[in-house]
Each structure stands twice: as structure tokens, then as C-alpha cells.
């Protein structure tokens, strides 16, 4: 059984098999010859420092494992293969904002230009118009109606505490402030609906989302008629991610799972957030919506491509770093409480930075993932010694 006798000998023998790369072992033992040959001289004449050891056994203290960086990983679950599908950058649908009149009038102002930003709220073109300034003399009229009803009700129930008129009196006054109280209302709401004109029958319509004005599509002095769109305002930091899949591939999506996505400027990760079917006609495709894990730096419209793992997700899996491949054999590490195992394995297949496991783990255990490479060295270099 190889022994490590100070955290040197790993670190100086990481080193080495760092620098000289695809130099065998050689290398790695010679950076620890020294304290290798106090060893053989402890062991005795032959050297043998593996026996009566465990066979692919490394003996490593927790001191020299953190010395050495060697990452001790959990072994994960997945599995399956990755089916890529096409996928657009797009603003979210509350992102966008097709800004239409209240009402119709004439353009007084434009208060924008595209390219500008707004906030929500802020006003993009004053209108003047006709029926406007009606809805407000109506609103302003039955207010006042309201106000004279409801005084009459009030001294109807004076005068019927006295007895000068009758309770029923009273009670016909306190319908007619309802109803006009009602009315009252109603007109307010048409003054709202209409965007708030003032009694001159000017109007400012607004934006309702905070973003860049797009487009503007009316100038001073035009004639806009009700739900005529005078501007377009986009949000472009709220971004989502579009992609078409075949039911097939869409229907192992879920809300939450998380989807690799290559652009143009690189990879990132992102979260489903919704699953639809198509409703298209032509159309046999599912619609997945997605969020990015992040600021997403493109712009609306570019390309995507987004990678979908399908078939079974109950596999093991372990970093690729972690497997390796000692005397013909694909081993993995596994932590030990006074070193590493080497642990031959089956391997099934590759997905990103990961490597299926078929055979060889139950799911337990804890593994050398990052620099494992280290140990194999290790184990290399206690072999040929053994050897001699």
C-alpha cells in the first residue's frame, strides 16, 4: 500500500505532472524520490511499500487531499442524451407595449422620439379632442347633480325629524342621491377610461411599462381615431428565451428544469418557465419558454440553440475528470476514511462536463473529481515500484 509521508510529496508531484504533460509517471516519481527512498529503507531491504496492502489503494491524509486540490465531489443523477433545439431571443409579453389613444382627437404634441427611454406613466403625445371635453362636462355635471341630491336628501330627513314632511319623502330624496351618486361614478370612470382629459378636452396618453421607445407613429397635427397606436415601447433587459421542440423532446421538459443554451456569445444556463402547445394550424411543434440564469447580453431576435437532455434521468453520473483509466480500466476514485479506492466502472454516455455511470457506483459514495488525475499517477508510479 503507497503511503504519503508529508503533503510535499503530492504537491511537488502535482506540479510535475502538471509541467510535463504526457510524460508519463516518470515525472511524478522522480519529484518524489527523496522521501520514496526513506520509505523503501523504513519498509526494509525489498521496498515493497504495497504489501499486505489493499490493492488500488492510496493512503492520503485530509491535509494532504486539500494540499494537493483534489476536489471530493458527490457521485450526481441524470443520465439521458442531449437533444438540441432552435430558440430565438425575445422581450417578455409584458415587456412590449403597443400604446394606443383612449380616444380620438387631434395630435397636439409628441413628447418622444424612438430611441428614447420612459418611464411608466410618462406621457408620449398630447391629444385634443371633442368628445373628450363632452365625457368631462358629463362627468363634471352629474357630480354635481350628486352633490345637489344628496343636500336635499339631507334636509328631507331634517324636516321629517320635525314633521313638516313626511318620512316617505325622505326616503324618495335618499333613493334619487343614490342613483345620482351612481351616475356620478359612472361618468368619473368614462373620464378615466378616457385618460383623464381636462375640461379643455386635452389628453395625454402614456406609456404603461417603463422601457425604449421603438417607434412613433404619428406627428403633430394628425388625426388619431380611438385605439389608433401612436407609439411602441420595449423593455430590452426583460428578456425570455423561445424555443420550438417536438412534443416528444418538450414533453420531458417541466417549469423548473434548467436548459444549457449556446449563443453567439457563449454559453449559460436558463430555467424553463412555461410549456405550451403550438396552436398553429401548420404547426406540430411545442413552445418552451425559458429565463436565462442571469443578464442575457443579446439583443431581441438572435439565435439560440438550447440543449435538452431526454431519455432516462435517474442515471448516475460523475465529472469527467473524475474518470480515468488505470491499467486498461475506467476507475473512478472513491473517498475512502484514509485515502482513495479505485473503483473500476462502466461508463455510459458523455453530456457536457458529465459521463454516465452504468456500472461500478450505487449513488453513496463520495469521489475525487477535479486533479483525480493526480491519483492515478499515484497509483501508477506505486505499481512499477512494486514491480521492481
Known sequence: MRSFTSPRWLIAGAIAAVVVVGGGYAAFRMMGAPEAAQDEDADGEDGHAEEGGEEGHIDLTPAQIEAADIEVVAVGRGGGEETHIAGRVEPMVDARAAVAAYIGGRVERVLVAPGQSVRAGQALVILVSGDAASLRAEADAAQAAYVAAEQAHTRDEELAEQGVVAQREAEVSHAEALSAQAAARAARARVEAAGGPSASGRVQVVSPISGVVTNVQVGPGG????????????????????????????????????????????????????????TGEESNATLIRARANGIIALPAGSAVTGAVVTGSTNGLTVPT??????????????????????????????????????????????????????LKAQLGAGSAEHGH
Open 223 to 278: 388625426f388619431v381615431p380611438q385605439a389608433g397606436i401612436v407609439a411602441e415601447v420595449s423593455n430590452p433587459s426583460r428578456l425570455e428565451l423561445i424555443f420550438n421542440a417536438p412534443p416528444s423532446v418538450a414533453s420531458q421538459v417541466q417549469v423548473g428544469s434548467t436548459l444549457r443554451v449556446d449563443g453567439p456569445n457563449g454559453g449559460f444556463q436558463a430555467t424553463v418557465t412555461g410549456v405550451a402547445a403550438d
Open 321 to 374: 475528470d473524475a474518470v480515468q483509466t488505470v491499467e486498461g480500466r475506467t476507475v473512478v476514485f472513491v473517498r475512502t476514511d484514509d485515502g482513495f479506492r479505485a473503483v473500476p466502472v462502466l461508463t455510459g454516455r458523455a453530456s457536457g462536463d458529465r459521463v454516465e455511470i452504468v456500472q461500478g457506483l450505487t449513488g453513496t459514495e463520495r469521489i475525487a473529481g477535479r486533479n483525480a488525475f493526480l
